[in-house]
């Protein structure tokens, strides 16, 4: 690139990460003088899946999901500009054998799954959610990164039948199976990741990735509480639901995970009624009754003010109160059980900022999106295990298997 300037106004600073579809680098705006995330395609890499990221991310708009700030092309090379996330990726923050915080666990699975909720509303299926592509700005918000084998309502796949793509350590049975993915096999990764932030350990784990991928595809995950005892209660059951084998057993997606972890709040309805029009009697009435005052009251003087109607514009806000149940993050006593999910009564007059989402209203109670990095892991397609001897050879690899930047 000349100078390091793309397109003109992006500089480009130190390269942030690399892979086999794209290298990302930090870079200046010179336009708008803010910092940006520049990702550029791999020079042999597939220019229509490039596009493909970059339509998918164009499509959604929620603070829990990585922003696109603009397309281009730059000495015959496509790029995208993203937010620049300066707080770290999921995967950072979790260590060996050591659960996340209940509380920092909880927020962390509100974000992801209003992330997902968008996305799924828009038809749109992420494929490879795991803890590289949970990413957070800088001020603790988790957003979803990395839509490059994203698939957008009923578009063509670019992927062969039969073919696992994905990410061993979170991949969705149907996946492992080389089946379409939905929106529950991305309810399925959210549960590895719920699961792993709760124990501090993913539900699987193998030296080989296609042994982890049959691990997902055929074995039961333990349960939460045989791992750690002092698991909140409904954070636990989430994720044994979303980590079910069959599909139609979890929630169907990211809307449902959402409901189940309380995040739906009263729907608020305003109903403005127009302003009534004054009355004003005649003068000649007015100072009859202004008349017969003095006269039944023997003395004094007595203004009579009358008029019909509101002295203004009136306005009724009705408020309809739901059941919200909450999801405890605290942990338990010594007894060894978490707190039981508490039910609430919301009701109030003033309603909260909300994002509507068809019909559904939902509680935006996080700052504005700020920026994002995305990740590049390494990634192979291959072909789904077999029952027959494998002629895959061993791979000492990183544990992904499919085609992601």
Not at 69 to 90: K, S
Not at 169 to 187: F, K, L
Not at 208 to 219: C, F, I, T, Y
Not at 336 to 345: D, I, L
Request: one cysteine or more; a neutral charge; charged letters at 20%.
């Amino acid at each position: 690139m000349s100078d390091d300037l793309i397109a003109g106004r992006y500089r480009l600073g130190p390269r942030l990460g690399a892979g086999g579809m794209s290298e990302v680098w930090l870079a200046d705006d010179l336009e708008l003088e803010r910092r940006v995330a520049l990702k550029l395609l791999a020079p042999q890499a597939d220019r229509e899946r490039f596009r493909r990221e970059a339509r998918a991310v164009a499509a959604l708009s929620d603070p829990n999901i990585n922003q696109l700030y603009d397309y281009g092309e730059a000495d015959g090379r496509p790029f995208m500009v993203l937010e620049y996330l300066a707080g770290g990726a999921l995967e950072d923050r979790l260590a060996p054998e050591q659960p996340l915080p209940d509380t920092e666990t909880e927020q962390i699975a509100r974000d992801v799954a209003s992330g997902l909720a968008h996305a799924h509303e828009h038809r749109l299926v992420h494929r490879d959610l795991k803890p590289a592509n949970v990413l957070f700005d800088g001020e603790g918000r988790a957003k979803i990164a990395d839509f490059g084998i994203a698939r957008m309502g009923g578009a063509g796949t670019l992927t062969e039948t039969g073919t696992v793509l994905g990410t061993a350590a979170t991949i969705s049975p149907e996946q492992a199976a080389g089946r379409p993915a939905t929106a529950a096999s991305d309810v399925y990764s959210f549960g590895v990741i719920l699961f792993w932030m709760l124990t501090g350990r993913p539900p699987f784990a193998a030296e080989q990735p296609l042994e982890l991928v049959a691990m997902h595809r055929d074995s039961e995950p333990p349960a939460v509480s045989s791992l750690r005892p002092d698991a909140p209660t409904a954070l636990a059951r989430l994720a044994s639901a979303c980590l079910a084998k069959d599909a139609r057993a979890r929630p169907a997606d990211g809307g449902d995970v959402l409901r189940e972890l309380g995040t739906v709040p009263a729907t608020t309805t305003v109903v403005m009624r127009p302003p009534q029009q004054r009355r004003r009697l005649p003068i000649a009435v007015l100072l009859a009754l202004g008349a017969f005052v003095l006269a039944s009251a023997g003395a004094g003087v007595a203004y009579v003010a009358v008029h019909g109607g509101s002295s203004g514009a009136g306005a009724t806000t009705t408020v309809s109160s739901l059941r919200l149940p909450s999801v405890s993050s605290g942990r338990s006593t010594a007894a060894g059980t978490a707190p039981a999910s508490s039910t609430t009564r919301a009701t109030t007059t003033t309603a909260a900022p909300a994002t509507t989402r068809g019909t559904t209203t939902r509680a935006t109670t996080s700052a504005p999106a700020v920026s994002t990095i995305a990740t590049l892991p390494d990634t192979t397609t291959l072909p789904p295990p077999s029952t027959e001897t494998s002629t895959v050879p061993p791979t000492t690899a990183a544990p992904t298997v499919g085609s992601t930047p």
